[in-house]
């Protein structure tokens, strides 16, 4: 259950500096 929310939290971050190089 752990393991799967760092996971979630994984994506999170990574649609986040995708969206931020995009913007850069």
């Known amino acids: 259950m752990k393991r799967n929310n760092n996971s979630k ?8 500096k995708k969206k931020w190089v995009a913007a850069t």
Do not use: G, T, W
Request: charged fraction near 40%.
């Open 9 to 16: 939290e994984h994506v999170k971050l990574y649609k986040s």
